[in-house]
């Protein structure tokens, strides 16, 4: 079983940068897919980003493509979330997500493992 911890997260200005990493511990980290996910206040949890096990393949929102990418180390157990080109409307808790299959996915409900998440506020 995997657990992770998301980090990096804070306050930026509209049209600033933050990267986001999920360390992993517990389990062979390379055995997981990892998603990114967030939710605003009042809002359902949105997916963000995938990344396969290999790094081969990504996975974006339309809300976030162009200007969100995501990269992993596997010899590091992290995966990370470059973010740039913030808007206010990217404010959000920011989740690391994990799944135990070789096929990305943008739904969290096959997302088996997440961390506690982080706080991105994107003032204007």
């Known amino acids: 079983q995997v657990q992770l911890k998301e980090s990096g997260g804070g306050l930026v200005q509209a049209g600033g940068s933050l990267r986001l990493s999920c360390a992993a511990s517990?389990?062979?980290?390379?055995?997981?897919?990892m998603g990114w996910f967030r939710q605003a206040p009042g809002k359902e949890r949105e997916f963000v980003a995938a990344i396969t096990r290999s790094g081969a393949r990504t996975y974006f929102s339309d809300s976030v493509k162009g200007r969100f990418t995501i990269s992993r180390d596997n010899a590091k157990s992290t995966v990370y979330l470059q973010m740039n080109s913030l808007k206010p409307e990217d404010t959000a808790v920011y989740y690391c997500?994990?799944?135990?299959?070789?096929?990305?996915?943008?739904?969290?409900?096959?997302?088996?493992?997440w961390g506690q998440g982080t706080q991105v506020t994107v003032s204007s």
């Open positions: 517990g389990s062979t980290f390379s055995t997981y897919v």
């Open positions: 997500a994990a799944r135990l299959s070789p096929y990305g996915s943008s739904h969290y409900s096959e997302y088996g493992y």
